[in-house]
């Protein structure tokens, strides 16, 4: 069994700043890619950004220069530092890794951004 829990999210005002953490536990060998994906109301999951093992990042276009995904290898963690925060980034954001075959998936965490 595999366990994602996320934490972080909250409440801020636009320009704000957050930072959510995700620390995957259980049988876990090795985590290939670890990734954030976001679903705001009435609107499809969509990647906000991944992160590969050996480091390689990537992230949508909608979220470039103002989020920055990193993990921790050691802990088995992911992060997801969210700067100058904007309405339209308000979402359930949800992470996820990839351990051999298999994608895991965390229950997500509210992110919601005043204006």
């Known amino acids: 069994q595999v366990q994602l829990v996320e934490s972080g999210g909250g409440l801020v005002q636009a320009g704000g700043s957050l930072r959510l953490s995700c620390v995957a536990s259980?049988?876990?060998?090795?985590?290939?890619?670890m990734g954030w994906y976001r679903q705001a109301p009435g609107k499809q999951r969509e990647l906000v950004a991944s992160?590969?093992?050996?480091?390689?990042?990537n992230s949508a276009d909608s979220v470039k220069g103002r989020f920055t995904i990193s993990r921790d290898n050691a802990k088995n963690t992911v992060y997801l530092q969210m700067n100058s925060l904007k309405p339209e980034d308000k979402a359930v954001y949800y992470c996820?890794?990839?351990?051999?075959?298999?994608?895991?998936w965390g229950k997500g965490t509210l992110v919601t951004v005043s204006s």
């Open positions: 992160i590969t093992k050996s480091g390689s990042t």
């Open positions: 996820t890794a990839d351990i051999l075959v298999m994608a895991y």
């Open positions: 259980g049988s876990i060998f090795s985590i290939n890619t």
